[in-house]
């Protein structure tokens, strides 16, 4: 048995996240979760809400609520939709918890203590009216390129030219569109990357099995331009981590907070021992996660990801652990997603374009757009979501193939034999052929699922339907049961196993409709056909089934029709 801890990039407190950030991190993460728990596997699979930063208070802000309410009350929502979407997290945690505050200032001072840390006097934009200092991505202003009257104080969306605030012709500030701007100095931390770059390096090196998309990341980060910079890690705002050195206020920076992706990664630590601690258990209950004098030698880590957290997850967090000299658990494979476009565009939450989790689970279960997401993941490019196609895979797959066996193969066998697995007959040439083919597809299933080869595996799976169908075509136990009816007897017998093989393999893509056969089948033995033979023998004779309701259904055009218009947004 092997020990197996996963993490799902965190999703951000400011609001519902929609469907291209759920299959970029939080459900393949959750398929391979599975997986490995099903394989016999010890998992800890963790993640939480990212809760500090400018975007938290701007949001609460609006809402108007203080922000701890804001965020605390948006934390229940976002579990509420992961619980929705059957998303099997150990811990679902929150990166404000007082754990995080702990271990983000016990970091600090490690880093320190090892002079990874220097302070830096710089200036930085500060509206009068807000009454803040403002991050380069809330000033705005006219680009000195191009012209472009919409360009933040980081970078020039219309041209792509990297900017300084001071760049920007006329600029305001977004909170308020004031243009009451001056430059005003401040202090910060800055963590010493460029210190670590040749220990990052061959980190990095050493990771041969990484996925292009996230070794070409990492390695412009580090090498591109003027290469790994040092990063700040304070920020002038009111709500996040205090920056304190261990349980001492730090000299200097009172008043300021830790930058939001300093503290955002080592929740994934602090959400294990938030874990520990609401099951009432020790330190060593999570040290053995993450601390490899502690045990967690013999784990094996693996994070997931959108491609746009890559170089904060090779970069900036491995800095961190390392930059600490203490032993902690670093990432083994870092499984990293490109981007899910919606209908012809992108998804955007200020136009209300696309699909929203929330949205999604109003018009149809989880299974439906777990099946879909994860059978179409942005594996080695770029995917898109449209309604036709959704509706396509939807009718195809889940409607058709696997929905059409239960629903055929139970109320055949309801109707010739009553609802109780008949003994007659024994297996022929078809059925030991079918056999061997499913077990030999197993095995390519259980690989790509191993590799988080993602749409392979649901391929992979989908013929393992398709083969089941096409035995029940040749065999035709609806015509041979007017002949030889114990014969009809032993291939209604196999079929009826068939569909609790189907529901153990599948429960990783679509769990409900998994747990949906194996209650139609009276069966709570979720044990993994690894012995495919046993496996169609496992459900005896005479043991009792019912009909389940229908598994899926289908998609109506009308209905398309009408998700397409409503969920279209505000097109430019």
């Known amino acids: 048995m092997a020990r197996i801890l996963i993490t799902s990039a ?6 519902i996240k929609h469907l291209g950030n759920l299959v970029g991190s939080q459900l393949p993460a959750d398929l391979f979760a599975r997986f490995n728990r099903a394989m016999g596997h010890e998992v800890m699979f963790i993640c939480a809400t990212d809760e500090h930063g400018t975007p938290a208070e701007l949001a609460a802000a609006k809402a108007g609520k203080p922000v701890a309410e804001y965020c605390a009350e948006m934390h229940q929502v976002q579990a509420e939709i992961a619980r929705g979407f059957r998303l099997s997290f150990d811990h679902f945690g929150r990166s404000s918890s007082a754990r995080n505050h702990r271990l983000t200032q016990h970091f600090a001072g490690k880093l320190a203590e090892n002079g990874l840390i220097r302070e830096v006097s710089e200036k930085m934009i500060f509206s009068i009216d807000d009454n803040r200092f403002l991050p380069d991505r809330y000033i705005e202003g006219t680009c000195p390129n191009c012209g472009y009257d919409s360009a933040r104080g980081d970078q020039c969306d219309n041209c792509t030219k990297q900017l300084d605030p001071t760049d920007l012709i006329n600029p305001h500030s977004t909170i308020s569109g004031s243009t009451n701007l001056e430059m005003r100095e401040t202090k910060h931390l800055y963590l010493m990357q ?8 061959a980190w990095i090196d050493s990771k041969t099995d990484w996925p292009v998309l ?33 349980d001492q206020p730090w000299p200097g920076m009172e008043g300021k907070v830790f930058y939001v992706w300093f503290d955002a990664p080592i929740e994934y630590i602090a959400g294990t021992a938030e874990w520990a601690d609401a099951n009432g258990l020790g330190d060593e209950a999570w040290e053995r996660w993450w601390r490899t004098d502690k045990g967690a030698a013999d784990v094996t880590y693996y994070q997931f990801m959108g491609k746009d957290n890559v170089p904060f997850h090779t970069l900036s967090f491995p800095a961190t652990i390392l930059g600490s000299g203490e032993p902690w658990k670093l990432v083994d494979y870092l499984k990293s997603f490109n981007y899910l476009n919606y209908d012809g565009g992108q998804f955007s939450t200020s136009r209300g374009r696309g699909v929203f989790m929330d949205q999604a689970l109003s018009i149809l279960p989880a299974d439906y757009w777990r099946w879909w997401l994860l059978s179409h993941a942005p594996e080695s490019s770029d995917a898109e979501f449209t309604w036709e196609n959704f509706q396509a895979s939807v009718n195809k797959d889940l409607a058709d193939v696997l929905g059409n066996l239960v629903s055929r193969v139970t109320k055949f066998a309801r109707s010739k034999f009553g609802e109780v697995i008949p003994a007659g007959g024994s297996f022929g040439a078809q059925e030991t052929a079918l056999i061997a083919d499913i077990g030999a597809r197993l095995r390519d299933y259980e690989g790509h699922m191993a590799a988080m080869e993602v749409r392979k595996a649901a391929a992979e799976l989908r013929a393992i339907w398709v083969a089941g169908n096409e035995y029940l075509q040749a065999a035709a136990p609806w015509s041979v049961v007017k002949t030889d009816p114990e014969q009809a007897q032993a291939q209604v017998r196999l079929a009826l196993n068939l569909i609790r093989i189907y529901a153990v393999i599948s429960a990783p893509f679509i769990p409900d409709a998994s747990a949906a056969m194996m209650s139609a089948l009276n069966c709570t033995d979720w044990s993994w056909p690894a012995d495919t033979p046993a496996a169609m023998r496992l459900l005896p004779p005479g043991h009792a089934f019912a009909v389940p309701e229908n598994l ?10 009408d998700w397409q218009a409503r969920f279209a947004g505000i097109r430019n």
């Open 194 to 201: 460029r210190a670590l770059k040749d220990k990052l390096e």
């Open 10 to 15: 965190i999703p951000y407190i400011n609001g």
């Open 214 to 246: 996230t070794t070409s990341i990492a390695k412009k980060w580090l090498n591109d331009g003027d290469g790994l910079q040092d990063r700040g890690i304070t920020r002038d705002l009111h709500w996040g981590i205090p920056v304190m050195k261990g």
């Open 552 to 561: 899926f259904r289908k998609i109506t055009d009308e209905e398309r029709a």
